[in-house]
């Protein structure tokens, strides 16, 4: 099993920068992928980006290139969004996930995440 806990969010000025993160415990190895998830009231939840743990390789959703990066601090077990160029549109509450890489998943972005954070709540105004 995964534990994962958010931290970052807040109320930011549009144009800003913010980095989440997600703290990972529990059964944490190389051989897990990670993703960020956001999604507001009466929407359905966007995979945003994902990482494999094992070598940093990272799939972003299209409507997300450029402006967000995840990465990750394996020593510390913590996964990183760094959202830039905030816009009004990015106010969601975002989600860490996390599940062990299968051999039948191209990329971690089609990972079918098990585990997941209570989330970070972002407002962009």
């Known amino acids: 099993h995964v534990q994962l806990v958010e931290s970052g969010g807040g109320s930011v000025q549009a144009g800003g920068p913010l980095k989440l993160s997600c703290a990972a415990s529990g059964n944490v190895h190389n051989d897990i992928c990670f993703g960020w998830f956001r999604q507001t009231p009466g929407r359905e939840r966007e995979g945003v980006a994902a990482i494999y743990n094992g070598d940093g390789v990272a799939d972003y959703a299209d409507s997300v290139k450029g402006r967000l990066t995840i990465s990750r601090d394996n020593a510390k077990n913590t996964v990183y969004l760094q959202i830039n160029s905030l816009k009004p549109e990015d106010t969601a509450m975002y989600y860490c996930?996390?599940?062990?890489?299968?051999?039948?998943?191209?990329?971690?972005?089609?990972?079918?995440?098990?585990?997941w954070g209570q989330g970070t709540q972002v407002t962009v105004s």
């Open positions: 996930a996390a599940e062990r890489r299968r051999g039948s998943w191209s990329s971690c972005s089609t990972a079918d995440f098990g585990y």
